[in-house]
Nanobody, 122 residues
Framework: QLQLVESGGGLVQPGGSLRLSCAAS????????IGWFRQAPGKEREGVSC????????NYADSVKGRFTISRDNAKNTVYLQMNSLKPEDTAIYYC???????????????WGQGTQVTVSS
């Protein structure tokens, strides 16, 4: 069964950091582009960051540029999202997704994880 599992979410104070992980089971991530998305209560899902299959190309939403870093370790079948200088407006459920292309639009992805909650609050 093809599955993506996110982990690493939690409660953090403004200015703090978290590292999210997206692990795959049942398939090899190295052939897929990966996107991170988030959805806050009452808001539409938005693309946060993406990385192509080789890891040589990345993209970020303007709202997270300079604060978030996406990376991948194909040997571990895992993709990461390092989030620094977190703000209350980063509070959302974060999802990873896998697709044969990559980008910040959700229709580009075929497989989705169940999400992990990130809450930024003092």
């Amino acid at each position: 069964q093809l599955q993506l599992v996110e982990s690493g979410g939690g409660l953090v104070q403004p200015g703090g950091s978290l590292r999210l992980s997206c692990a795959a089971s049942g398939f090899t991530l190295e052939y897929y582009g990966i996107g991170w998305f988030r959805q806050a209560p009452g808001k539409e899902r938005e693309g946060v960051s993406c990385i192509n299959s080789s890891g040589g190309s990345t993209n970020y939403a303007d709202s997270v540029k300079g604060r978030f870093t996406i990376s991948r370790d194909n040997a571990k079948n895992t993709v990461y999202l390092q989030m620094n200088s977190l703000k209350p407006e980063d509070t959302a459920i974060y999802y990873c997704a896998a697709g044969l292309g990559y980008g910040l639009r959700d229709y580009e992805y075929d497989y989705w994880g169940q999400g992990t909650q990130v809450t930024v609050s003092s």
